[in-house]
């Protein structure tokens, strides 16, 4: 297993990241001025739709401000910032990769959130936190690195208090095999796709109860499409992130998507 977490790492490593971040950053304006989190939207939200699926992710699980929210592979902190920036919830967001999380406590110094969001390294299959801890728990586009799905949704329900809710948005596998490289794993090392029902029975078995079940495929191909046919948005975007070799992981995506070999779900349970 080490070696699978240190080939995730090795993908998501990042190097010089917040240096990186810090000089394309010059371009909203100077390092003491405060940025809004949605300026960063382009760079900071690494999944399929973008701040549009965090912003319909954080709707359907019903974030209210009194909630102690965890996002498990936070990435560079986008979605966290979004969730406390919105709703006024406090987010603690975890993450294998220590560039990113270096990088995400950068970000959120510049959007001035540091008070409200904070964000540690940490697997997924080994959660640094006591039982009940947590209101809610999000997991965006993460379980596609993750071999032990039992063991994550295991530990995400130990965390949850009884009644909290998880909220689950992924890539899943529909019919063939994916084109690599894809931007979560340059080989299929480290790429562990389930279909949709796969996804769900690992997740039930492990207790939770569906809420919300949603199959956002052709959302997704639609996001795409755009792409393919606009490129990347301008820069910075998560190119700056992942480097040069993003555009490609990003084509296969859509390739992957347009024909059916990838979906996306998006899915809500409680903690029975
Ligand atoms: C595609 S990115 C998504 C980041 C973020 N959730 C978002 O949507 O912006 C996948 C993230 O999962 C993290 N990750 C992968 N496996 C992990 C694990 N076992 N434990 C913690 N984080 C993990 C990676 O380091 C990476 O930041």
Not at 33 to 43: E, T
């Amino acid at each position: 297993m080490t070696d699978v977490l240190d080939g995730v790492r090795d993908h998501y490593r990042a190097t010089g990241l917040t240096e990186r971040l810090k000089a394309v950053l010059t371009g909203f304006g100077p390092e003491d001025q405060r940025l809004r989190p949605q300026q960063l939207g382009a760079l900071d939200q690494f999944h399929t739709r973008g701040l549009a699926a965090t912003a319909q992710l954080a709707k359907l699980v019903g974030i209210t401000a009194d909630m102690s929210v965890l996002d498990v592979g936070s990435g560079v902190g986008g979605p966290a910032r979004y969730l406390a920036a919105t709703y006024g919830c406090r987010v603690t967001g975890v993450d294998l990769s220590e560039p990113f999380v270096d990088a995400a406590r950068y970000l959120t110094e510049r959007t001035g959130q540091s008070g409200q969001v904070s964000f540690q390294s940490a697997s997924a299959l080994e959660l640094p936190f006591d039982d009940g801890r947590f209101d809610a728990v999000l997991l965006l586009h993460v379980a596609m690195n993750i071999a032990d799905r039992t063991r994550l949704y295991r530990e995400i329900r130990r965390v949850l208090k009884a009644g909290g809710r998880f909220a689950t948005f992924d890539v899943v596998l529909i019919n063939g095999e994916p084109h690599y490289p894809v931007p979560w794993a340059r080989t299929p090392a480290t790429s562990f796709l389930l279909t949709a029902a796969a996804t769900r029975k690992a997740i039930e078995s492990t207790g939770f109860r569906t809420l919300a079940w949603q199959d956002d495929t052709e959302a997704a191909k639609a996001w795409a499409a755009q792409i393919g046919e606009s490129g990347p948005p301008p820069s910075p975007n998560l190119g700056v992130v992942m480097g040069p070799d993003f555009a490609q992981f990003s084509a296969n995506l859509g390739r992957n998507l347009m024909q059916g070999r990838l979906g996306t779900l998006t899915a809500v349970f409680d903690a029975a």
